[in-house]
Structures are given as structure tokens and as C-alpha cells.
């Protein structure tokens, strides 16, 4: 009886160590499984919270947004718009009170990547320096994005003598560009200058 204490207890201890490996560990890897989808699940959470605040700030923001985009809109038109563009600076002119203006329109250019068209063009202005100092800076704060890329300032062709003092006359030559988003503007493009127009030029 006492041979078979041992032979018992050892039997006790395998049917234990079984039921541990076949039953509780499994469970242990299951509980594991179980927290790493319950941290995924988590972190998931965390980030879609963080795309829902951003979202609430991008609609919170939207009418702030609507406006700038307006605003660059309406500094690179959807179209040329020449006569537009002509009254805008007519009208720079005539506060900045300089005595001759003249704006040459060059022809729309598309740009390499296709997203606008740049309009070179060339304006000619004639008066006192400060009236030259008024329109320009009234051409850089025009409600049209510009960029002045030649700049020559000259005595005004009219007698010798002239020196340039603040009553002077000056002449001002300066070439700008003026942008458009349509990339199709120009002559031969489609629909370009000729949409609408019929095939007589009538």
C-alpha cells in the first residue's frame, strides 16, 4: 500500500500538469489574443476620434475657407476677362492721376502643368513721380494677383531740361503677368478666344 503512494501522487501531479497544458493554457493564449484585439480596438478608437475632431474643425473652419477661396478666385479668374481686367487698371490710373496710361494685353499662355494660363502684357504709364508711386502701388494691391516682371522708369519724351524731381514727368514701362485658371485660353484652343463665334466671323 505504501509502494502505491508515490505511483499515485505522480499520477495526481500528470493528470495536473495535463489539465494545465490542455485546458489553462489555452485559455491564457486565448485572454492574450483577447487583449491585443482589445488594445487594437483602442488605438483604432483613438484615431477615429482624432479624425472626427479634425473633421469638426475643418466644418467649423469652412465658411473662413469658402471666403479665402473666393478671394483667390477672384484674383485668378476662371476666364481672361480682358475688359474686366482694362477697368481695373483705368481705374488705378485715374486716382494714381497720371497723365497717360496704356495697357497691351499679350496673348494667354497655358502653362506647362495645365492648371493656368499666364497673360503677359505691357502697360505704359506717364506723369509726376508721385502719381507713378500712387499707381503702382495701387497695381500691387489690385483685386488681380499680378507680377511685374521688367521695370523702366525714363524722363517723359517732351523738351530737354527735365530732371527728376517730384514734379518731373516720368514715364514708367513696365511689363506685368495677370493669370488665369483656364488653360485653354488663347488663340486655338478649345473652346478659346472664338467660342461662340461663327465660322464666317460674323
Not at 502684357?121 to 509726376?128: L, R
Not at 514708367?172 to 463665334?197: C, K, M, N, R, W
Request: hydrophobic share 45%; aromatic share 6%.
Amino acid at each position: 500500500m505504501n509502494r502505491r503512494g508515490p505511483i499515485i501522487a505522480g499520477a495526481i501531479v500528470l493528470l495536473v500538469a495535463l489539465a494545465v497544458f490542455l485546458l489553462v493554457l489555452p485559455k491564457m493564449s486565448e485572454v492574450g489574443e483577447t487583449e491585443d484585439r482589445l488594445q487594437d480596438t483602442r488605438d483604432q478608437e483613438i484615431n477615429l476620434a482624432a479624425q472626427l475632431n479634425a473633421l469638426e474643425d475643418a466644418r467649423a473652419a469652412a465658411p473662413e475657407t469658402e471666403l479665402e477661396i473666393a478671394a483667390i478666385d477672384a484674383l485668378v479668374p476662371p476666364t481672361a476677362g480682358l475688359p474686366g481686367l482694362f477697368r481695373l487698371l483705368q481705374g488705378a490710373a485715374d486716382r494714381a492721376a497720371v497723365d497717360f496710361f496704356s495697357f497691351t494685353p499679350g496673348t494667354p499662355v497655358p502653362n506647362p502643368t495645365g492648371s493656368y494660363s499666364t497673360i503677359a502684357s505691357q502697360i505704359t504709364v506717364s506723369g509726376g513721380y508721385l502719381a507713378i508711386d500712387e499707381f503702382l502701388f495701387l497695381l500691387e494691391t489690385l483685386k488681380r494677383a499680378a507680377k511685374v516682371t521688367t521695370l523702366a522708369v525714363t524722363p517723359s519724351a517732351g523738351g530737354e531740361g527735365i530732371t527728376t524731381t517730384s514734379t518731373s514727368n516720368l514715364q514708367l514701362q513696365i511689363t506685368v503677368e495677370f493669370y488665369t485658371t483656364d488653360s485653354s485660353a488663347g488663340p486655338g484652343s478649345i473652346p478659346g478666344p472664338t467660342e461662340g463665334v461663327s465660322s464666317t466671323g460674323v
